[in-house]
């Protein structure tokens, strides 16, 4: 037996297959559920429904019902309620579900549709594929193989138009493949509030155009290339790079802010090509700054720090180091709201067997309402969630050239939150600095405080600290390790390893781990499965989290522990703060 | 059988000797009167007039224009808008015209009178952007109206005020289209939008429910008004009530518009009597019963079927002469009496051409915004203009069909139909000319035949 | 922008029709129009500023009409009805008698500059067809005489100048 559907659910049959949805969804999403694909190009989760390419015709019909009484009419042959169809085709993207709607997607009707519509979108589109960028990805190609005619019976002239048109910093366009599906116009519109796309001319003519005078140059263009569903808008820096097909896809975080964005690694033999937004309804919807798909670059950058000698040459030395300096406090550890959380809970172990004080560097800057939020540490919640710190990290003081009276500069990047630890120096008091991935001048310190400790320096590119640091252990980039982060939901979301690390880099975990037991002489461990036995028993919020387990939209923990906090990001895209954001003062 | 004598009821005063568009002609002539009497009867009355009399909208798709009214949603709380729909655009129609230029006050009492009826606070009129002189007409007749207390505040002394003001287009076909209308009075491209969701009736112009009538619909009703929904399903036939307007142009002795009790003429007596038959020398080979959108007719062809007459179903057997004009025989025999423009084509014009003419306007005029049309429209021109200054191939009439066939019933709005039509009904009634085309365009044309596209 | 105070006034007062500012972006469009005699470069960002929108909202809405015009014509606009029922009696012949009269080619300003000659589609007058706009008079049944008849009153009126 069936149980009844929940209130707010409405059952429908699509090709046969009864599912109960909830109501408000479309055709399309509903079909979806049942694995039944409606090919589409306008449409899009996220935007505005505007139906214009008509790709997703359907054909669709209710269950008939006798005027008098109301009872549904019941086909005689077949037993079961009698439909009405629609003798023309409605389109899936604009039709909600109702109860008792039929959808046939497989339909003479429905094939000859598609067929029509296909060609139709075909007959001005440039047979440029080879040398396409969108190839391989492109929904045109892959829709024209799937539901298409096969051949052209288009003898006339195609339409000409503009080639090769740079939108912007980061998008080029190509009007001629372009099939005026008007996604990008809307995201800019709805989505990036940069209201600088349009078409131009009409009919067959129209063209999509950026205001002349004008740039594509929001924090968010490059979404435009991801939600074009053919070779139209591409992504200038990809552009004739490498073909997708090649790239393999590894799962990701964006690390700018703590927002969080859920990304996808595009690699091929160790070297990363893009990022670009992976689908988290509850974090980014399909979006992603432009400013975060940049970070890769850094990676193969010349100055990535590299070893000289070996791991546990410089790990014996760090243990002489910190024997000498065995007195409560005269080390002091400088964590990272950019660790992984597992980083972090061996950050917290190394500073314990170091009997060492804790901080942690802060991140602060302006929020843009969507995805970047006004903390850039992607992982202060984590450091607070392990226990690495239990108090937020002062918010550092105005970069001098901000003080200047323009206000309406972007508000740079206040990196702060060791004055604790640099009135501990001057005071004489700590003699080492441990600092995980953190500039110390960069982070406040003077170089005459940086002068009187020895550092030793964990991180992946150099700097003022490498520079000055005793001992030195080169570590991996984001995207060349596995681990985990909390964003400012408080949801737990992993990245996975894309390529390797340079020769001579050494996971954090290991160097941590060895740098632990070298400091307790007891074993530490440093792979996620084992780590996270001992986060799960040790970490309240983490008490049910298995790292295996987590699914790859992350999930909640609980965060009514620090709910008082004064936590400095204000609204952005599915977060609102529980109270009023830190307001900064110049 | 002689054609009956017009009944000119839209069009008394058109062509009138002495006849002037001013506000005291039309007050000298009983001029709003009827709103005078209209706005002291509740509201719902009116509605129910016009319910009862049966008037189909004179745009083109003929709706019944008290279930248009029925359909207003009146319990969001939002204002109601009504648009006067005088983007006249369709070709071969031409009646509009006259009644904005020629007795813009009938218009005016007819919008107000279906403005007090359906408790409307604010009217346009978008009238096309060609129409330059037809503006300034209406903007004088409005502010004479609204001097004397017909328009605007406190109309006819009641507590009920509305305000009617004049939009222009500015050369765009689509704009006809009602909620495309909507989208360009809201100063936008006039892209159709999807319905469902955005029925005027309840989403229109500013997301309220909104009316959307024709000039000539605005005025029948004002004739309802005045005489009673009854009286005015005297006039013409059942389910075709009142007069319609014919707008007759082409190859007839007398072009023109001629208005007659509906469904009371047939084409041969419209064409042969009142237009004056062919010209001198010449035979009627075609013609466009409601608006170049509509499907042609072949002269010579035969329409056999039974239609209802009364409660009796009895056979029909017409040519193309013997048809009535109204909307449900031009149905019936599978083309529409649409806008009422009457395009004629004698025995000079080729087949090919006259469409190729008809395809070039319908793909300059598709907006553009959904594929089957944006791209039918134009690839259709596209053959039709080869075959005419390019190379003509025997199987050029197979994929015009073929193309034709894949827009209408596809598309947001119903210009999908009508693009698609034309290229399909040619095909049927005139294949063999296509074929033959090849052939056709390396002999002589006929003396008097023009260039068409 | 340069516009007349007249003209500044009915942008004004025509804005007030609309509950919404962006309905007078088609009014606005004609009355610059009529002023400049042309839509110049800056009059999206002119209008866009004036209805608080964004400049492609209102190049979106020129290009789209084919009324607005973005480059100067001639002193006298010319347009000349393509569609059916004027082609059926003689539209291209209409159109190729004032385009030998002055010299010129559809869609180019005349040498000299007197008239730019447009093919426009269906005006709306198809019972006395051909028929033809000159500025914002309708002439009816223009046949190739009356084109020349037309044309040398066109000229006459420039010399007059």
Redesign the interface.
Known sequence: MIAPPKPDLVTVNIDGKEIAVPKGTNVIEAARLVNVDVPHYCYHPKLT???????C?IEMGMPAVDPATKAPIIDPVTGKPKINWI???Q?GC??NVSPGLHVKTTSPMVK??RE??M???L??HPLDCPICDQAGECKLQEQSTGYGRGYS??V??K?VKPKRTQLGPRVTLDDERC??CSRCIRFSKEIAKD????????????TL????G?QLANNYSLNTVDICPVGALTSTDFRFKMRVWFLKQTNSIDTETSVGANTVVWSREGQIYRLTPRRNDDVNDTWMPDSGRELFKSVMSADRLAATTHLDARVAQAAELFNLNASAGSIAVVGSGRSSVEEQFLTKKLAAALKASTQLVSRVGQGDQLLISADRNPNVRGALVTGLISKLPKIGDAPAASRSANGDAAVPIRTGGLTDLAASIDAGKVKVVVSIGEDLVAAGLTAAQLAKVSVVYLGTHANTSSAAAKIVFPTLSVFEKNGTFVNQQFRLQKFAKAVPGPQGATDDLIVLAKLTAAASSAAMASDLGSLWKLISAEVPAFATTSYAQLPETGILIDATPFAALPFVEGETLHYKPAAPAVALTP | MAAPAQRRIIFQHIDEPGYSNDLACYVRNGGYEVLKKSVTRPPAELIDEVKKSGLRGRGGAGFPCGVKWGLVDRKSGKPIYLIVNADESEPGTFKDRYIMHQDPHQLIEGTMISCFANNVKQAYIYIRGEMPHGARILERAIAEARAAGFVGKNICGTTYSCDIFVHRGAG?YICGEETGLIESLEGK?A?PR?K??YFPAVLGLYQCPTIVNNVETLCHVKYIAEHGGDAFTKIGTPNNTGTRIFCVSGHVQRPGYYEFEAGKITMGQLLNEVCGGPLPGRTFKAVIPGGSSAKILRFGERFKGKRKVGAEMVDYDWGVDDVPMDFDSLGMIGTMGGSGGVIVMDDTVNMVEALANINAFY??????????C??????MK??TT?MVHGQARNEDAA?LK?VAD??P????CAFGEACSWPTQSFIAKFGDEFKQYPETKKAAKPVGAHELV | MNLKPATLHSIDEVITHYPVKRSATLPLLHLIQEDVGYLP?ET?EWVAAKLEL????V??VI??Y?MFRQKPIGRRHIKVCRTLSCALLGGYKTCEQFEKEFNTHRGEVSPGGEVTIDFVECLASCGTAPVVLIDDDLHEKVDCAKAKQLSDQIKAEAKKR
């Open positions: 429904i505007v139906g214009n390419c008509r790709m015709l003798p023309r085709p389109i604009g039709t000859d549709a029509g519509v060609e139709f979108l007959i001005n019976r288009f006339e002239q339409n099939i005026l209201d600088v796309l349009g078409f131009v001319d009409r009919g067959s003519y129209s155009t950026c205001f002349p004008k | 765009a491209r892209n999807i469902p969701p793909s300059h005029e598709s907006c553009g915004q959904c594929t089957p944006r791209e039918g429209s134009l690839w596209k053959i080869r994929l073929s894949q827009i019933g596809r598309t947001i | 470069p999206c964004q400049p492609i909202n190049l979106e290009t789209f084919p």
